[in-house]
């Protein structure tokens, strides 16, 4: 609204308005003047007419109707007169016309017109028409004569002789009187015409003079309003204008000055645009190089906690089960001992070991063993969260109440344990965690775990010290029938081997040679014949006499001594039997145990370096495969048994029938024996099936034209049975133990089997 209002524009409207109202009072002005100029007109025009000479007196005086007439039509002619009459000087109506030629037209009363008045006044009364009411002027004018008409009026000659006299006398008598109507409206409508007239050529001209005031207004004030908008855009910030209009006044002096500043902010702005541009340029190449360097930086970081938590998941979780290891189990046990030291608290450790572990590893294969050790794993750990009782967390993120050590070796651990007692509670749990049958690979299989319970600070305060005494109890447990638990207890510091003095003494044990090797005979079912003998290896240990190899082989495996052991085995065996040949003794052929991780390339390659160094002959030599080891690979299986074959030596399948041999390649591989497990001689008057499925296996190695053999055999009706069934071989305790080597010499030189066959055939019991 207000920017409306410019200086140039406020100066034309008021200008403007003021000639509106010029205009307007010039007219009014006019219109009055011609009013007064239009009555004057008819007065002094009827006046002047009245005053017409002798001969008008004359026809007044004595009445000429038509020279009379022909006055008041002059009267009529002259422009708003619109009725003319004739009274006499005592106010009777003489004649009257009016504008339409009519005689005797309506006219005032003559009292009404001129009232007291003097006689000789003319005089002038505003009434309404008496017909149309229409506003009249009447006029009303004396006629005068120098002669007196009451003296000389009465003849015609010597009133004109004495008008003529008497003029010079200049006396005045009143002949009578003019009324005129002067019609007011009709002089009103002309000066309405009149008034339109002035009005609209006074409003042309004002209005010409407003349009020159605007243009000339503009024309001085554009150059102001021109230095107003620049100075609006400059403060706006818009430089890229300046002040067009030249001249000299001091306008142009201001604009010329705001142009300077413009090209002076001009400069100064392209100046900063370009420091700007350059400055962006510049932040944003830094804001790219930073976000660059931040997407390095965040992968490296992600990639550094990928790597550390992959150490962290290799250095202390087990890869195949996912528990804590042997590491994180050390490291939190310790943690834990230190609290339990300073709280006054007791923690116990429990030690598990899975009984025949080696055993099923061996039949089923590897990858069997492993999930295995997997599903064991999921059981403990199910069993362990289940429990309230026992789960104790250490932090949120290492829990360490399961742990695998390594092998078929758990352990858990109860921390804050109230009493004793509780720690047997959570051993049974374990123990029936296990007791449903697991599927591995389509095999349904049990398997028992041993346990050993060591409880801080009874029993030892140190991580090591309680591993050894949970251990010793595990072993203890193991030794009094597999699938319980034992506390440790003082007594079996002097009895027991733990599991980790074992560890170390075996190490020992094999570089210093404190095994030796007992063979037991395998007999001829037929005639009593030895034809062979296996070689058992035994520890003799300088403590604790005799250990069996149940206890140390799978520990050997283990840590890595089996290759060591086993090729001491096959030489000892190998160097054996070729002194007892060359005592005279017939032997015609050692079998040696070959564990499953031993059997590889270099294993073939040990076979043919031991035969060369002894210088055995191979015919006398009888490797001792288990199932689960042949089968394991059936392909790269094939190919090592064909060069084991090649070397001339001949090969036995041991424990068979607890492994799951397909038939099929049971008869494509180069296989001399088939070795019965013990648990089905053990079984076979145990139900029909038990006997059914011995002459079953029988049968069958028959049919695959290989020597049968059934170990385990110690009692007579069992080698009844056996032989019934066309056993070729027998061994087992009914004959012999494994013994010495001089012992099985002295058996070799009198063999009392063929005899003692005729004995158990010839009996019945
Ligand atoms: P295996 O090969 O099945 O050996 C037969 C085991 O059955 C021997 O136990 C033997 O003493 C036992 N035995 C034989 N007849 C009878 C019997 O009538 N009744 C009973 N109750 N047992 C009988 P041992 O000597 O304790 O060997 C146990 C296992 O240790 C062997 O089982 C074999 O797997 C392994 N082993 C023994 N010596 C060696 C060896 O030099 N190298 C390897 N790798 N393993 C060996
Ligand atoms: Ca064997
Ligand atoms: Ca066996």
Redesign the pocket.
Known sequence: MLRFFTIGRTIAIFLGLLFLVGAAGLTLFLVDQKRTTLHDQAVEGAVWLSQSGIQQQLAIQFGDQKVMQEFLQRFLNRPLIASAAIFTAQGKLIESRDRSGETGGSVAAFSRVRGISNVQDIVEQTLPDELTGKPFLNLSIPVFSYANPMLYGADKDVFVRELAQARNQGAQHVLGYYQLGIDLSSLENELLEYTWRVGLTCLGFSLLACIILVLITRKISAPLSNLAQLASDISAGRLDRSFKARGTGEVYKIGAMLNMVLAELNSYKTRMDVDNNLLSMKVEERTAQLSKRNDELNKAVAQVTRTKNRLRQLAYYDSLTSLPNRQLFSEQLQLLLNIAKRDNIKIALLFLDLDNFKRINDSLGHNAGDALLREVAARLSGCIRESDLISQYFDNESRIDISRLGGDEFTVVLHKLEEKGIAGVVAERLLDALQTPMIIEGHEIVITPSIGIAVAPDDADSVEGLLKMADTAMYHAKTTGKNGYRFYSSAMRGTGVGRLKLEAELRKAIDQQDMVL?Y?PQVDARTGEILGA????RWNHAEHGII???RF?PLAEEMGL?VQ??AW?LLEACRHSIQMRDLGLKLPKVS????SL?FNAAFIEMVEQVLKETGMEPQYLEL?LTEGVIMSNARSSTEALLQLKNLGVSLSV??FGTGYSSLSYLSRFPLDELKID?SFVIDYNKSTNGAKLVSAIIAMGKSLNLCTVA????HNDQFRFLSAQGIDVI????FS??KPRDEFMLLLKSNPYPQQIKEILSQQD
């Open positions: 007992h037991q296996e070689a058992l290896v069996y190899p149940d082989i089996i052991l086993g085995t040696v145990n070959v564990s031993q001792e041991d424990d013990r170990e385990g055999v110690d061994q087992g305790y009914l133990k494994p």
